[in-house]
């Protein structure tokens, strides 16, 4: 993906997105910065996986406009820490949610090691170029036995479009296979 499709898709859509729930009302706040991210009943799905609770401190790296990160707060009571580079879908996120947002990239985030209970990156190992070091880093400052949820689109047969939406994997540091009757699966590790 280019620069500017980067910056187009990342960067000036979250901005008109957060211009048109300030003109909307904010009850469509949660479901328009969510766009793209994953349905309801899969972020439950991924919340639930990496047992989110009240207090717990979440990463969403790549949260872009914060729908996501706002939804987990309000239904599990999260302490949302936002991860974005793109500085419009920061801003939009800390305009919509008033959630924390910090401005980098996810190879370098700015935490202590240690400091984050979970994490999750909705959509964001396919736009980075060294998924090891974006991988690496998440794991760096999370808790030790915290948990990493990246889901990502599975294609249902080599050539076709994409298929149903899979988590691959929520990493933690037990074994246990998993499957959402959705169509989502994943692995536990």
């Known amino acids: 993906m ?17 211009d048109a729930v300030e003109e909307l009302g904010i009850r469509y706040a949660i479901p328009a910065a969510c766009r793209g991210s994953a349905s309801p009943a899969a972020l439950a799905w991924l919340a639930e996986a990496c047992e989110l609770s009240a207090g717990t401190r979440l990463l969403d790296v790549g949260a872009g406009a914060g729908g996501p990160a706002a939804w987990a707060a309000e239904r599990f009571g999260v302490r949302p820490i936002l991860l974005e580079p793109m500085q419009a879908a920061g801003r939009a996120a800390a305009r919509l949610f008033g959630l924390p947002v910090l401005a980098a990239d996810g190879t370098r985030i700015p935490l202590r090691t240690g400091s984050v209970d979970a994490a999750w990156c909705l959509g964001v190992l396919c736009t980075v170029e060294d998924k090891a070091a974006l991988l690496s880093e998440i794991h760096r400052v999370l808790t030790p036995g915290a948990s990493l949820a990246r889901p990502r689109r599975r294609t249902a047969q080599p050539g076709k479009a994409n298929g149903s939406p899979a988590c691959s994997p929520v990493i933690k540091s037990r074994p246990l296979a998993m499957s959402h009757p959705g169509g989502l699966s994943g692995l536990i590790l």
Do not use: H, R, S
């Open 2 to 18: 280019t620069v500017a499709a980067m910056v187009a898709e990342f960067d000036d859509v979250a901005g008109w997105t957060a």
